[in-house]
């Protein structure tokens, strides 16, 4: 038998760092995915072939043996071996998994691929063990998978990829679905530069620790962006989801994750006529977005094109996290 899932990657719009402390952050699912599909094997080993991703290896319990890719694939791909392991305890079965994963979009660069891997992978492996697990499981248990990786993460990463559309995901709160958002063209612009979320989060904190009654007055005015963000996103004021866009892409060069690159590919799709543009995810690399007008989308994408980015137009998609049988279809 072979099952196999999806879940959508994202973007934040407003209050990536801050929501990891306090307050809101707004979050959107792309239509972009990350595929997991499994089948078990005779053995208790996991094989990961995520060869389209340069990487692939086994998992002998928590060891792993590289076949492509290095040693890099043990961090790259250990959430995956977290998140099988998670639903296999939860359910009180142990098997060997063949899981191969591929992604459509680029992964490491804050556009929530492991979180699509995690959540795919448990739902997959859930539905594998015939666990019927519902979605407030599969983003708990990719949730700890998310932990291992990134040390203390918000959980706006697998929240937002088991459910998809749009969310204000605040710590501690029941996530608010945004309906009714319509089209808003984005284009994404990727520095190429892959950077490691805890390392990031871990910066943040170290700023916060030397300078806490500064820094807590930024987060607390990110969260602030947010909560506007959120209003004006609802009412369809694109002018002002722009203006907070820039004033939150402000915020976080202050708190020290923006980078040459990102500032370049911002400033660029400004220029061409963006109405806002800022960082997405945790930065120091990885990738920028801006809000476009439809008649200004080429223009941005080659701006971004040209100021040594890769532009991605993306759309926000409903669909959360899918798992199907492979005789199903
Ligand atoms: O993994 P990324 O790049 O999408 O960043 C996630 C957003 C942070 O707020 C920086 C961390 C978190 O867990 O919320």
Same mark, same amino acid.
């Given at each position: 038998?072979?099952?196999?899932?999806?879940?959508?990657?994202?973007?934040?719009?407003?209050?990536?760092?801050?929501?990891?402390?306090?307050?809101?952050?707004?979050v959107?699912?792309?239509?972009?995915?990350?595929?997991? /599909?499994?089948?078990p +094997? =005779?053995? =208790?080993?996991?094989?990961?072939?995520? %060869?389209?991703l340069g990487?692939?290896?086994?998992?002998?319990?928590?060891?792993?043996?590289?076949?492509? &890719?290095?040693?890099i694939g043990?961090?790259?791909?250990?959430?995956?071996?977290?998140?099988?392991?998670?639903?296999m305890?939860?359910?009180g *079965?142990?098997?060997?998994?063949?899981?191969?994963?591929?992604?459509?979009?680029?992964?490491?660069?804050?556009?929530? %691929?492991s979180?699509?891997?995690?959540?795919?992978?448990?739902?997959?492996?859930?539905?594998?063990?015939?666990? *019927?697990?519902? %979605?407030?499981e599969?983003s708990?248990?990719?949730? =700890?998978?998310?932990?291992?990786?990134h040390?203390?993460?918000?959980?706006?990463?697998?929240t937002?990829?088991?459910?998809?559309?749009?969310?204000?995901?605040?710590?501690?709160?029941?996530?608010?679905?945004?309906?009714?958002?319509?089209d808003v063209?984005?284009?994404?612009?990727?520095?190429?530069?892959s950077?490691?979320?805890?390392q990031l989060?871990?910066r943040?904190?170290?700023?916060?620790?030397?300078? *806490?009654?500064?820094?807590?007055?930024?987060?607390?005015?990110?969260?602030?962006?947010a909560?506007?963000?959120?209003?004006?996103?609802l009412?369809?004021?694109?002018?002002?989801?722009?203006?907070l866009?820039?004033?939150?892409?402000?915020l976080?060069?202050?708190?020290g994750?923006?980078?040459?690159?990102?500032?370049?590919?911002?400033?660029?799709?400004?220029?061409? &006529?963006?109405?806002g543009?800022?960082?997405?995810?945790?930065?120091? &690399?990885?990738c920028m977005? /801006?809000?476009?007008?439809?008649?200004?989308?080429?223009?941005?994408?080659d701006?971004?094109?040209r100021?040594?980015?890769f532009?991605?137009?993306?759309r926000?998609?409903? %669909?959360?996290? +899918?798992?199907?049988?492979e005789e199903?279809r």
């Amino acid at each position: 038998m072979r099952v196999k899932a999806s879940a959508p990657g994202k973007v934040i719009l407003f209050g990536e760092h801050s929501v990891v402390y306090r307050g809101p952050a707004v979050v959107l699912a792309i239509d972009r995915r990350v595929h997991v /599909s499994v089948e078990p +094997r =005779e053995d =208790e080993l996991l094989f990961v072939d995520a %060869s389209s991703l340069g990487l692939s290896g086994f998992f002998n319990g928590e060891k792993y043996t590289s076949l492509v &890719g290095g040693s890099i694939g043990e961090e790259r791909l250990k959430p995956i071996w977290v998140a099988a392991k998670g639903v296999m305890e939860r359910l009180g *079965r142990r098997i060997g998994i063949n899981l191969s994963v591929t992604s459509e979009f680029p992964i490491a660069v804050g556009l929530g %691929s492991s979180a699509a891997a995690a959540v795919a992978t448990v739902a997959a492996v859930g539905e594998l063990l015939e666990g *019927r697990l519902i %979605s407030e499981e599969i983003s708990l248990l990719a949730f =700890e998978a998310e932990k291992v990786v990134h040390g203390m993460p918000s959980g706006i990463d697998n929240t937002i990829a088991t459910y998809g559309g749009g969310l204000v995901y605040e710590k501690g709160r029941e996530a608010e679905q945004l309906r009714g958002l319509g089209d808003v063209p984005f284009v994404i612009g990727n520095t190429g530069v892959s950077r490691s979320t805890g390392q990031l989060v871990g910066r943040v904190g170290e700023l916060r620790e030397r300078n *806490r009654m500064v820094v807590d007055s930024i987060l607390d005015t990110i969260s602030r962006v947010a909560q506007l963000g959120r209003d004006a996103l609802l009412e369809g004021d694109l002018l002002r989801v722009g203006e907070l866009m820039n004033i939150n892409h402000g915020l976080l060069w202050a708190l020290g994750v923006s980078s040459p690159e990102l500032d370049r590919l911002v400033n660029a799709a400004l220029n061409a &006529g963006a109405l806002g543009a800022k960082l997405t995810g945790a930065g120091g &690399g990885g990738c920028m977005i /801006s809000l476009a007008i439809p008649e200004r989308i080429d223009g941005i994408s080659d701006a971004i094109g040209r100021s040594g980015g890769f532009p991605l137009r993306v759309r926000v998609s409903n %669909s959360g996290v +899918r798992v199907w049988k492979e005789e199903d279809r």
